[in-house]
């Protein structure tokens, strides 16, 4: 095996590479290769670490004092962190690894200002994230300055908070080594943190936070930062809060960081922008999509620049058992409000927590308040039965530890350190934000037990198809478990966004054969987690701002509005190319076998445009007279012109409300000041969807909806009452418009026959 070096950059660094940079630098180094902003930076690797404990022989003396040690008996843990700590910092740096960081320090820029943080190989994975474990110092500038931070980092693995998490997650000390990232320093105007789904129940809302100054002030907790909710399915700002922010930390001088009181007409005033929290939620997105995963995400703005500084995986996400109990509304009196940062309910005994001195006088099930919490207290935090801040938001340390281990948690509060007194008995409910004075029944026990019937519910069986929309391979099987009567959406953007590099890249770099395996692959899971049902899977529609922070995006055009520019079937039919790498995978499909796959053509406004795109397909060699082909009515002129499109032979056609609400209102949805006259019942767009649907009807093609409109069940009522034979809702609404479907059925024909 060939010897791995003290030094990797980010660019030679993938996320396999977790055994030697660590799980912050391999997902530094995943972020540079997908094309998200990350500022350049190299990773002192773990063998380096290893080299300098082994050779220095203080690897084995640390070790045997860590062996057996009882974490929970914290002054014995302080005391062993402290000597275990002094030893690795009284230690030498090896020469061999000083002139190496020396060397890639100076080979970054002269005296340039870096972040020197922690990245142990047993850090930020999908079961455990270890947030906040290991130590980061920021501005730090200078050789010597530079190898003190590193080495005061390879010393913080062996902190008292580090070795009690290990060992409540069953590692081995003597197995975990740390990576070191020294990244350039952004000198954030502001930061924070996002979560690209719903940290709790994993909806599709991205929830971001952030203060003004470095983003270390939202990830600590000393202030509560600001709260924007972005729904992804709509692409609006659906939920703000605008905090009141006191402090923020900037760079001190040449070493360390300083707070500072925000001057006080920033206070109150909004960190972001609309058009900034719809970037940032792109970018966790994109980074979502790549890793599989939903993802926590570090980001920071400088002069209208976003930079990605960290991504790690969001291990918080509860099952559909963890399902917690509420309050009886009408006990309990409430004391104190908050963000409801980690749900549950838990009642017990107030401890006022200063300090990690303050850590001995908990017992369990009591409920830790505290200002704010840090890393330090997490032996404590695992104790208690729920935790309350003053400050701290969805993001913060203590919301995200809280999360972890499953403890309630209310943060933000602003006065809980004051309102409560040591020993209070107080109710904390972790979903809604609030704290009840005393003990408070739960709904649960409040309610008397009432019978079920030992029988099963039968099926619900619906003239009209309820089908599901896919995005992700890896949504499929969930999808599936939803009884869906097929996929009406399989969006492949999303599946391409994930490579982080775009189809030109793949053609310009002699590399299709990799782009048509990944893709196929993907479509693959969709199609054989519904066998024998149909699969509309959507050509390409990316706009130009999605593609531009990809590899390969560096030419894309700068689009005043890329949601009216060049996508959809309208670029497939000028990037030729790009098209037939698409219609080579569907070929290999329908090879295999999957006659279940039908192509949906997107953004189409006129019958020319399908006839084009069907001709191609046949000129590639596809039977385009056994295939099912259809098109997406997103533009006004493609519900108008709809018998020209049965006349040049689609098979089917669906409606993409999204678009076309915007498009007839001409409401840009992500635009904040007309947002709220975005009305998806609008009367125009009602009628140009009766028209298409009655001429559908006519013409034997049948006739779907895909967008958001299709999973509400309102919207499905008047649909289907209209004479729809298809509905595509999301996953999570499938149940709802099945029953919506079912209901609707019966009643019209309860009508038809009292009439």
Known sequence: ???????????????????????????LGEMTSVGLPVPNAFVVTAQAFRRYIENAEIDKEIFSRLSGLDVENSDLLEKTATEVKGIVMKTPVPDEIREDIIRSYVQMGDDVVVAVRSSATAEDLPDASFAGQQDTYLNIKGVDALIEAVQMC????????????????????????IAVVVQELVRSEKAGVLFSSHPVTGEPTSIIEGSWGLGEAVVSGSVSPDNYVFDQRSGRVVDRYIATKKIEILPDGEHGTKEVPVSPERQNAPVLSDAEIAALAKFGKVSELHYGVPQDVEWSIVGGTIYILQSRPITTIAGNAGVAKGIETSSGNIILEGQGASPGVATGRVVIVSSVKDLGRINDGDIMVAKMTNPDMVPGMRKVSAIITDEGGMTCHAAIVSRELGTPAVVGTKEATRVLKEGDIVTVDGEKGLVYEGAVKTAEEAAPAVAMPAYAAAPIITATSIKVNVSLAEAAARAAATGADGVGLLRIEHMILGLGKTPGWYIRNNKEEEFITELYDGIKVVLDAFPG?????????????????????????EEHNPMLGWRGIRRDLQQTEQFRLQVEVFKRLWAQGYSNMGLMFPLVGHPDEFIRAKQMLADWGVDVNNTTLGIMIEIPSSALMIDEFIAAGINFASFGTNDLIQYTLAIDRNNQNVADMYFPKHPAVLKLIEYAIGRC???????????????????????????????????????????????????????????
């Open 533 to 557: 049902k149909p699969v509309w899977v959507r050509t390409l529609d990316a706009p130009t701002d999605e593609f531009r922070n990809m590899q390969g995006g560096e030419d894309e055009p």
């Open 697 to 755: 009807r006519e013409g034997g093609v049948e006739c779907s909806i895909c967008g958001q409109a299709g999973s509400d069940p309102e919207m499905v009522e008047w649909l289907i009452k209209t004479g729809i034979t298809s509905v595509s809702a999301n996953i999570d609404a499938v149940p709802k418009i099945r029953e919506t479907a079912a209901r609707t059925e019966q009643r019209m024909i309860l009508d038809m026959a009292r009439r």
């Open 154 to 177: 390879w010393a913080s693995l062996y902190g008292a908070r580090a070795i009690y998490y290990r060992a409540k997650q069953g590692f081995d000390d003597s197995i975990v080594d």
């Open 1 to 27: 095996m060939t010897k791995v070096p003290n030094i990797l950059w980010l660019a030679e660094i993938q996320k396999e590479d977790i055994p030697s940079v660590g799980g912050k630098g391999a997902s």
